[in-house]
């Protein structure tokens, strides 16, 4: 019983806490690892895709399978572009039975749609969007890994998206990510192209 209280009243001050947020650009890691702790990891979105991989999660992956990053790259992931940025990804694996299409499943996904990775899966798949920040934490990766003022193509690439009409949060408007207007217009006419 006494049990039971607890658990309802750690729902219930979880429940606070995602009604109290409001994520920024500016919110910390550990508050979005937070939010991302309802994942049930029931394997659906590894179904259908797989995380982004960034500098950190190759190098952390190459040592938990105890092989070189080159390998891990040839055998076990794929490039992607995202906003201009050259990434990997688990490969995405089409299989006969048409289940995981139009993506294919991740590699790392058994057929209990289990992670093989768990311990050293990527920081991606560790931020969950099944919950009702879950766009936000998308843009919030987004804005935190991929667009780089210092990297004009991605700010070009955000303007992009904003324009077709991509949910943004605080801190992430054009002239926040570069306040000297002069330079903004510069990246956006192409006049200053890395
Ligand atoms: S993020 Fe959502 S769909 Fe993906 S494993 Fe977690 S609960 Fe399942
Ligand atoms: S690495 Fe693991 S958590 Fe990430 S998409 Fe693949 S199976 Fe899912």
């Known amino acids: 019983m006494k049990l039971r209280k607890v658990t309802e009243e750690m729902k219930e001050g979880m429940n606070d806490f995602h009604d109290y947020i409001n994520i920024s650009i500016h919110t ?11 994942c049930k990891k029931c ?8 995380g982004l991989m960034l500098k950190d999660d190759i190098k952390k992956l190459a040592s938990f399978l105890k092989i070189s990053e080159d390998k891990l790259k040839k055998k076990y992931l794929e490039p992607v572009t995202r906003f201009g940025v050259s990434l990997f990804r ?14 294919g499943r991740c590699i790392f996904l058994t ?9 050293a899966k990527p920081l991606q ?5 099944c919950n009702k920040h879950g766009t936000d934490i998308g ?21 992009l998206y904003l ?10 408007k054009l002239n926040e990510l570069i306040p ?3 330079r903004l217009e510069k990246i956006l006419n192409y006049n200053i192209i890395r």
């Open 28 to 38: 910390p890691l550990e508050t979005i690892k937070k939010l991302s702790e309802n």
């Open 43 to 50: 394997g659906h979105c590894c179904s259908y895709g797989s």
């Open 90 to 103: 688990p490969k995405l694996i089409k299989t006969k039975d048409k289940e995981h299409l139009p993506y």
């Open 111 to 119: 057929e209990n749609k289990e992670c093989k990775i768990q311990k």
């Open 125 to 129: 798949c560790k931020l969950t969007t």
């Open 139 to 159: 843009v919030w990766f987004n804005l935190n890994y991929l667009i780089d003022p210092k990297n004009p193509e991605t700010i070009r690439q955000w303007d």
């Open 163 to 172: 324009k077709s009409g991509g949910r943004n949060i605080p801190g992430g």
């Open 180 to 182: 000297d207007e002069k």
